[in-house]
Every structure is written in structure tokens, then in C-alpha cells.
């Protein structure tokens, strides 16, 4: 009795941490899968992804693909090079939302420690 479960008001999972989105007043209290999935953090990803791929590609496969030597394994490089910098800057993101959120309230058994008391 007494127990507080604090779960993610937009997909009911549980919490661990808390998020300051963009957008809002204050800091919303949603999953880290949410967080992630946010739209300004998803197109932050998409702009460097784009920026710091291309370059990365044309340093590193450029002369590959401009010889028309494109097999399976160039390709999948390509995709990782375009992949890896859309996942720093999410992760990056994620971490700066969590954060500025700054300490969250304490989980579910020490919210019912305080109720006993
Ligand atoms: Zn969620």
C-alpha cells in the first residue's frame, strides 16, 4: 500500500529516469524509448546523419564508388557511416534531455519507504 509505480504516460512502460523535451515548460517524465523517439532529437539525427555521413563516405569510399565499384560490402559500410553519427547525436541528445532534467523523484521502493515513515 502505498506504492507508487511511475510509468510513461505516452506508452505505459516503466520509468527510470526522467526527460526534459524540448517544447515544454518543464520536465516531462517520459521513457527513454519516448525520449528517443522524439521528433526534434529523430531530425537533429537525420541533419548529422546526413552531413557527417556524406563527408565520412566521400572520404572513405569515394574512390570506390566514383570507379562504379559498388558490391554489398561497400554499401554496407556506407549504411554504418550514415548509421553511426544519426546514433551519437540521439544518444547524445537523450543524455543532455536527462540531464538538465536533473534528479529524478526516487523510485517505486523508496516513494513506499517515505509513505511508511
Ligand atoms: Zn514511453
Redesign the pocket.
Known sequence: MGEKVHL?P??G?GLSARFLLPGHSGAER??V??AAGHRSFVHDGVRVSAVVGTLLTAVNQGQVLLAGDLTVSVAARVLFTYAVPFAVSLFTSVHLCAAAAGPGEPPAEAAGEADAS
Request: aromatic share 0%; glycine share 0%.
Open positions: 510513461c505516452r506508452c512502460r517520459v521513457c524509448i519516448c
